[in-house]
């Protein structure tokens, strides 16, 4: 059965430096999506995208963040100068259309130190 | 955003208990989704639910998509040692928007 995959699981940085989170969508999938969560709280949308282009965000998604589909494959995450209150596991999700199920991967862990 | 109130917030049953949990919120949602989550894990999907008074089974879990919109639940029968984790109910509303809004989730511990 097809599934989302993410790499890396675990990622550990100092604050203000670059991280890129990746992950390959579902092959015959459309949309995707990062989402995070925080240690011990409820998972958080942060941004969607289609064709090429972010078309949904929430606040959380600030000047930081910046999302990426550099090949056909893959879907990138990245945050630009990290702090520390960026430390939570980040999901990336796909779905084949629309307001369809959304299928999520195993997350990359992120510590900012 | 949205706020999705799951209850109970955690559960210790036996095994071999049915278990049920549900969500609720004040804004109408187009799907309802039931995830469960292992401990450094993604979410893992349940049940999909599209449609106003569905009821859908997957195994041992049975999930219904609520009249108003506003709510849902799942259910699990005859709960096994494997059942623990969090289970999150997660939504698409009726806005149109595409994110998902997820409940604070509920934490079942199964004792063998």
């Known amino acids: 059965e097809p599934e989302v995959t993410q790499t890396p699981s675990h990622q550990v940085t100092q604050m203000g430096q670059e991280v890129i989170l990746r992950c390959v969508p579902i092959?015959?999938?459309?949309?995707f999506y990062w989402y995070r969560q925080i240690l011990g709280q409820k998972v958080e949308f942060l941004v969607s995208?289609?064709?090429?282009?972010?078309?949904?965000k929430s606040e959380i998604f600030d000047d930081q963040f910046s999302v990426e589909r550099p090949d056909g494959s893959n879907f990138t995450l990245k945050i630009r100068s990290t702090k520390l209150e960026d430390s939570a596991m980040y999901f990336c999700?796909?779905?084949?259309?629309?307001?369809?199920?959304?299928?999520f991967g195993p997350g990359t862990r992120l510590l900012v130190l | 955003g949205q706020q999705l109130n799951q209850s109970p917030q955690s559960m210790f049953i036996q095994e071999g208990e049915d278990v049920s949990m549900n969500c609720t919120s004040s804004?109408?949602?187009?799907?309802w989704l039931w995830y469960k989550q292992d401990p450094g894990e993604g979410p893992v999907l349940l049940i999909a639910l599209y449609k106003a008074g569905e009821l859908t089974s997957n195994g041992r879990l049975t999930a219904q998509f609520g009249i108003t919109r506003k709510d849902s639940f799942l259910n699990i029968s005859a709960s096994i040692p494997s059942d623990v984790g969090i289970y999150f109910c997660?939504?698409?509303?009726?806005?149109?928007?595409?994110?998902?809004?997820f409940g604070t989730g509920t934490r079942l511990t199964v004792i063998p």
């Open positions: 092959s015959n999938h459309l949309y």
């Open positions: 997660a939504g698409l509303t009726a806005t149109g928007a595409n994110n998902l809004f």
């Open positions: 999700a796909s779905s084949r259309d629309y307001q369809e199920t959304q299928y």
């Open positions: 804004s109408i949602f187009n799907t």
């Open positions: 995208f289609y064709n090429n282009e972010i078309s949904e």
